[in-house]
């Protein structure tokens, strides 16, 4: 597609639930970035894909987080059990692995937890 | 380790004034400086990079930033400010060796009419 496309663009779930949000990044964009944003925050890094790899995890809150990527393409974030302070906007971002290339991102994931 | 400072929360600027959104940062090999625009319940949007070459750098929306090595500094500039720029803007570097972005907080502009 043209752009970082991210499904749904807002969710709400109850407390305990698990949630699955998905990233469908640009074609050929090899790194893929997921980042939580609380509101009127900064980016939190959550995890970075190379590829089907994710070299870099540490940005993961818990173990009722995890993400994985296929194809080199799509990607899911899946949060188990979800809490309150999980209530925030997932952006995900995409780039070329060259370092002087910009990535571009998704309109983002709302998700709120009742 | 590599790392971006905003060190302003907030800036106010009259319409039709210049601005500036401040960074800085601390990179172990050749920076790559990056600036985004983000609008309200939006995602983040590109405005430029520095690379290498020329320090002053121009962008989307008639923005531009400065390069300063020996400030360690990626300034964003706008000549004159429209209302339409009150936006939050965010600072962001790549190191050459490693593929992760690093992001500073983020400033918030308001332009006031």
């Known amino acids: 597609g043209a752009g970082v496309s991210q499904s749904p663009s807002n969710k709400v779930t109850e407390k305990g639930k698990d949630v699955e949000l998905r990233c469908d990044p640009i074609s050929g964009h090899t790194a893929l970035y997921w980042y939580r944003q609380r509101l009127g925050q900064g980016l939190e890094f959550l995890i970075y894909f190379q590829g089907n790899s994710a070299p870099d995890k540490s940005g993961l809150p818990s173990d009722r987080f995890s993400a994985e990527r296929t194809g080199e393409s799509v990607s899911t974030l899946t949060i188990q059990r979800t809490q309150q302070e999980d209530s925030a906007v997932y952006l995900c971002?995409?780039?070329?692995?060259?370092?002087?290339?910009?990535?571009?991102f998704g309109q983002g994931t709302r998700l709120t937890v009742v | 380790a590599q790392s971006v400072a905003q060190p302003e929360d907030q800036v106010n600027v009259a319409e039709g004034n210049p601005l500036t959104v401040k960074c800085t940062y601390s990179v172990s090999g050749n920076p790559y400086l990056f600036w985004y625009v983000q609008y309200p319940n939006r995602g983040l949007q590109f405005l430029l990079k520095y690379i290498t070459g020329d320090n002053l750098v121009k962008g989307s929306y008639g923005f531009e930033a400065e390069f300063n090595k020996s400030q360690t500094s990626f300034h964003l500039k706008k000549p004159s400010a429209l209302v339409s720029d009150s936006a939050l803007y965010f600072c962001a570097v790549r190191d050459s060796g490693v593929n992760q972005f690093y992001f500073g907080t983020g400033t918030s502009l308001t332009v006031i009419p």
């Open positions: 971002a995409s780039s070329f692995l060259t370092a002087n290339t910009e990535a571009f």
